[in-house]
């Protein structure tokens, strides 16, 4: 039985990026993150999941004639529109991911931001700042 989005397409993309955003991630690492983003996918609408599936079916066939990772590499540098907003989609989805060894709540972490790594706690519920007024702060 085949499953919509195509979750093999997805799952080599994924690492593409990843390994393009994070070179120094170790593999095994790296393959937890497309694991991760994998699970997270499956909660997404029905909708979502269709339209991520169709542009999926698309960048794998353009991947399959130019190389996966230099699609990949391509989008991760230049979003295109559309297949721009499938990277957005993945680097978010994949980068919402900690090692289970940092989960607990008050457990400090770096994360990065428009370039400055930050240092920051895990908290119990998302800390939504839709202004982004602490981030700037």
Known sequence: MTTFPPRGLIADFCEQVVAHDLPELPPERRRAVVEFTIRRLDGLPSPMRVGVGAVATVVGGV???AGMSRVA???????LPI?????????????????????AVGTGVEVEV???????EVVAEPAWDPRGERIRA
């Open 63 to 65: 991947g399959r004639l």
């Open 73 to 79: 590499t391509l989008l991760g540098d230049h979003p």
């Open 83 to 103: 297949t721009g907003e499938y990277v957005r989609l993945i680097r978010s989805l994949a980068y919402a991911y900690l090692p289970a060894d940092a989960t």
């Open 114 to 120: 428009f370039g400055d790594w930050v240092a920051a």
